[in-house]
């Protein structure tokens, strides 16, 4: 079983361009959620994503936008970037009534 | 809103001692309580959780978390620590299994040999 997989590992980006982080879910997991970790913080919520629609979503601008496909893969799109969206992403699988969520190993996103 | 408060930004125990991990929250209704790890350049590994039914609850690799309702605390424990378990540790709630998780800021945990 391949528990949850992130793409790319790392990424460097300028202020100002826009970029798209993917996740696959654990084999059998069909809700998606997306956390920001700032470097010596713990993870914020940034969205939830449940049959293809967003279900719940934190404090975060409408930069943030994401999707997921019939397969339940979810990708997250960030526009306009910010020195500030420097950040490990982190994708989160889980099915209704699992009272857990599982990590991937994030995306390092850096915006120079 | 929930929120969680890990008052201790760092932890510092000697190999082959008990170590303790402090989390204290707030939330609506009755609580789902979390300890995660990470290690360096990691994602967030799942120690163990709390639902509802004992209080003393026992994870991953030796750890145990006991849920105290009167004092909205879940403290991480482990009574032998290894140099190995020293990471990053993070508590999280939400107040239902299907909603996000509030995390705490963290607790870098440092086992000296």
């Known amino acids: 079983d391949a528990g949850v997989t992130q793409s790319p590992t790392h990424l460097i980006k300028t202020r100002g361009q826009q970029v798209t982080l993917r996740c696959s879910p654990k084999s059998g997991h069909d809700t998606v959620s997306w956390y920001q970790q700032a470097l010596g913080q713990g993870p914020q919520f940034i969205f939830q994503y449940y049959e293809e629609e967003e279900r719940q979503r934190g404090n975060f601008p409408d930069r943030f936008s994401g999707h997921q496909f019939p397969n339940y893969s979810s990708e997250l799109n960030v526009n306009a970037l910010l020195l500030g969206d420097s950040a490990l992403y982190l994708c989160?699988?889980?099915?209704?009534?699992?009272?857990?969520?599982?990590f991937g190993p994030g995306t390092r996103l850096t915006v120079l | 809103a929930q929120s969680v408060a890990q008052p201790e930004d760092q932890v510092n125990v000697a190999e082959g001692n008990p170590l303790t991990v402090k989390c204290t929250y707030s939330?609506?209704?009755?609580?789902?309580l979390f300890w995660y790890v990470q290690y360096p350049n990691r994602g967030l590994q799942f120690l163990l959780k709390?639902?509802?039914?004992?209080?003393l609850v026992k994870g991953s690799y030796g750890f145990e978390a006991e849920f105290n309702k009167s004092q909205t605390s879940f403290h991480l424990k482990k009574p032998s620590a290894l140099v190995s378990d020293s990471a990053l540790y993070f508590c999280?709630?939400?107040?239902?299994?299907?909603?996000?998780?509030?995390f705490g800021s963290g607790t870098q945990l440092t086992v000296l040999p």
């Open positions: 999280a709630v939400t107040p239902d299994s299907a909603r996000q998780l509030t």
């Open positions: 709390y639902i509802t039914g004992d209080n």
């Open positions: 989160a699988s889980s099915v209704p009534g699992l009272n857990e969520q599982f």
């Open positions: 939330v609506s209704g009755n609580p789902y």
